[in-house]
T-cell receptor, first 114, second 114 residues
């Protein structure tokens, strides 16, 4: 069965510092990969997605992610974090033949210190 | 106006009561989903529907039922609410074909069962 691991439950970074949130997926087929952000009291907003092609994908709010098949990873990065980036981040994966169902990771809560 | 709306946004109910959560969308999407979010568990799929006549169970459907009244409306019911159904519930939609894995979320309904 497909699964997603976000090994970091909580991360704290200083404003202006770089950020990397880890995501690993399991399964053999080519995945569809997503990162969502959930601000306090809000729904989930799609940050970026990978379907195929260029393994480095750009998203909204200055985020990017890189698909590394050899490592089964899809880590989210941002060169300089802003205080407004404090939120919970979810990685999700889907596969062809799974009827567009997504499996979500357990989330990483990002705290930004000033 | 929001593309995916959920009502109510907050609800407190007692054990044994029947409750319905409603979801409407203006995105024109065929596919709709219900998830619940619990701290530390991420999002888990309850039910999903690919059109009005197609309803499918997700990974945690016990204790829940759904109704797809129209392409734009998908309701989740708890027939007899119990305290461990206290959670944040999200509705999501997606389009067809290659975009079917790209899901768009409503703002959520926070349900408390006492």
């Amino acid at each position: 069965a497909q699964s997603v691991t976000q090994p970091d439950i909580h991360i704290t970074v200083s404003e202006g510092a770089s950020l990397e949130l880890r995501c690993n997926y399991s399964y053999g087929a080519t995945p569809y990969l997503f990162w969502y952000v959930q601000s306090p009291g809000q729904g989930l907003q799609l940050l970026l997605k990978y379907f195929s092609g260029d393994t480095l994908v750009q998203g909204i709010k200055g985020f990017e992610a890189e698909f590394k098949r050899s490592q089964s990873s899809f880590n989210l990065r941002k060169p300089s974090v802003h205080w407004s980036d404090a939120a919970e981040y979810f990685c999700a994966v889907g596969y062809t033949g799974t009827a567009s169902k997504l499996t979500f990771g357990t989330g990483t809560r990002l705290q930004v210190t000033l | 106006d929001a593309d995916v709306t959920q009502t109510p946004r907050n609800r407190i109910t007692k054990t044994g009561k029947r409750i319905m959560l409603e979801c409407s969308q203006t995105k024109g999407h065929d596919r709709m989903y219900w998830y619940r979010q619990d701290p530390g568990l991420g999002l888990r799929l309850i039910y999903y529907s690919f059109d009005v006549k197609d309803i499918n169970k997700g990974e945690i459907s016990d204790g829940y039922s759904v109704s797809r009244q129209a392409q734009a409306k998908f309701s989740l019911s708890l027939e007899s609410a119990i305290p461990n159904q206290t959670a944040l519930y999200f509705c999501a939609t997606s389009g067809a074909d290659s975009r079917s894995y790209e899901q768009y979320f409503g703002p959520g309904t926070r349900l408390t069962v006492t």
